[in-house]
């Protein structure tokens, strides 16, 4: 089964409105990051929270991380129609050593913004 | 400007024929990854390399093979042997070790007919 499932798989809102999208995965973590892919083009990191952190911003993001749930939210504040895009969480999964930075990523969460 | 690039963009082949995806980046970066997605999915990881003239194998590498003879390069065959080849190809690097973004090529998108 797949580490790092997002939900909702779409999600329309209007300008201004916030976003929320949620992933979740199975297995112990060092790390989770989101990524954004704007449609037919390479994904853009977003943001990195490691597992002993629970909250993290930057800019209008912010991340919550929940390793008790084993879940992670991605909140963006105020949204723009330039926000359009599907957005990917992936995890780096705790394997008692080095984990060489092997990522793998959810099915993703299509968010559409309109004007 | 430092980045990742990928080429062609499209590519076009005929069943049973071989094919190679480049994937060049200026980053200085010691890993690289090739990906493949399927339209509404997520991303799959084929193959991986942590330095030059090393790489190991992700979950979908059937089908597929890699060289790491330069940092800055990490080619993809496409093989006749991968039985749905059509999909957009993904090339990342990033800083070796656990913790650290990676950085994504514009993609190469394939269609076998």
């Known amino acids: 089964s797949q580490q790092g499932e997002e939900d909702p798989q779409a999600l329309s809102i209007q300008e201004g409105e916030n976003a929320t999208m949620n992933c979740s995965y199975k297995?112990?973590?060092?790390?989770l990051q989101w990524y954004r892919q704007n449609s037919g083009r390479g994904l853009v990191h977003l943001i990195l929270?490691?597992?002993?952190?629970r909250e993290k911003h930057s800019g209008r993001l912010r991340v919550t991380l929940d390793t008790s749930k084993k879940s992670s939210s991605l909140l963006i504040t105020a949204s723009r129609a330039a926000d359009t895009a599907s957005y990917f969480c992936?995890?780096?999964?705790?394997?008692?050593?080095?984990?060489?930075?092997?990522?793998?990523f959810g099915q993703g969460t299509i968010l559409t913004v309109h004007p | 400007d430092g980045g990742i690039t990928q080429s062609p963009k499209y590519l076009f082949r005929k069943e049973g024929q071989n094919v190679t995806l480049s994937c060049e980046q200026n980053?200085?970066?010691?890993?690289m990854y090739w990906y493949r997605q399927d339209p509404g999915q997520g991303l799959r990881l084929i193959y991986y390399?942590?330095?030059?003239?090393?790489?190991q194998k992700g979950d979908i590498a059937e089908g597929y093979s890699v060289s790491r003879e330069k940092k800055e390069s990490f080619p993809l065959t496409v093989t006749s042997a991968q039985k749905n080849p059509t999909a957009f190809y993904l090339c990342?690097?990033?800083?070796?070790?656990?913790?650290?973004?990676?950085?994504f090529g514009p993609g190469t998108r394939l269609t076998v007919t």
């Open positions: 990342a690097s990033s800083i070796a070790g656990e913790s650290y973004e990676q950085y």
């Open positions: 297995t112990s973590i060092n790390n």
């Open positions: 929270i490691r597992s002993n952190e």
């Open positions: 992936a995890t780096d999964a705790y394997r008692g050593g080095t984990s060489y930075g092997k990522l793998t």
């Open positions: 980053l200085n970066h010691d890993a």
């Open positions: 390399s942590q330095i030059v003239n090393d790489f």
